[in-house]
C-alpha cells in the first residue's frame, strides 16, 4: 500500500509540500488557501499534516484523524 495524494482531488503529496514551501503555510487550512485538496472525505488530512511536519510525502501505513 502507498498513499501519496489526496485521491480525491489527484493533488500528490509531493504538489503539496512544494506549495507549502513556496508560501510558508503550515497547517491542512493554510495550504487550502493557496491549493485546492481535500475537500472531500478528509482522509488525506491527516497525511497533510505529518507530511507538514516531517516532510515526507509518500506513506506505507494507515493515519487515522
Ligand atoms: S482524499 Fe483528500 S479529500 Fe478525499
Not at 491549493?35 to 507530511?51: A, E, S, T
Amino acid at each position: 500500500m502507498e498513499i501519496d495524494r489526496c485521491m480525491c482531488y489527484q493533488r500528490t503529496f509531493e504538489e503539496l509540500r512544494q506549495v507549502a514551501e513556496e508560501t510558508g503555510a503550515d497547517s491542512v487550512e493554510a495550504l487550502q488557501q493557496h491549493v485546492v485538496f481535500g475537500h472531500n472525505c478528509q482522509l488525506c488530512h491527516p497525511y497533510v499534516r505529518r507530511m507538514l511536519e516531517t516532510g515526507e510525502t509518500v506513506f506505507h501505513e494507515v493515519i487515522e484523524g
